[in-house]
């Protein structure tokens, strides 16, 4: 599922940005993966290159690791992310002809897959392109 924050998103196409959101919930990594490259690669935000799609899974790894604490074992030990995300692509700073970055950020809940057994966490990943 893909959505839209309004304003703020034109505002950063406008300035050269790649934005794309979602959400997606599950109890393992692997889908959780799956669900933000697809997502992605069908909003155009990276290219089918191997260098675009490796920087992407290990941008998405490392956010996945700050909402594991660490570890990325979720429906392993019963627990499961309910997580909105958000990948960007833009242009390295103060030159912009100075290459891309990619990131990754994760921000939702895990816990026990029980309703009022979670806690917020936040997960970021950033790559050069």
């Not at 933000?36 to 899974?57: C, N, P």
């Not at 998405?60 to 692509?89: D, P």
């Not at 950020?105 to 895990?110: E, P, R, S, V, Y």
């Amino acid at each position: 599922m893909i959505l839209d924050s309004g304003n703020g998103i034109e505002l950063a196409r406008r300035h050269g940005f790649k934005i794309c959101l979602g959400a997606v919930g599950s109890m393992a990594p692997n889908k959780i993966v799956a669900a933000i490259e697809t997502a992605a690669k069908r909003e155009g935000i990276v290219d089918q290159s191997f260098r675009a799609e490796h920087a992407l899974y290990h941008c998405i790894i490392e956010a996945l690791h700050g909402v594991g604490r660490g570890q990325l074992t979720f429906g392993e030990i019963h627990r499961t992310v309910g997580l909105r995300f958000s990948v960007v692509v833009g242009p390295r700073f103060p030159q912009e002809d100075d290459g891309m970055w990619l990131a990754v950020a994760l921000f939702g809940t895990i816990g026990a897959p029980v309703k009022g057994f979670e806690h917020e966490v936040v997960g970021l990943g950033i790559s050069h392109l």
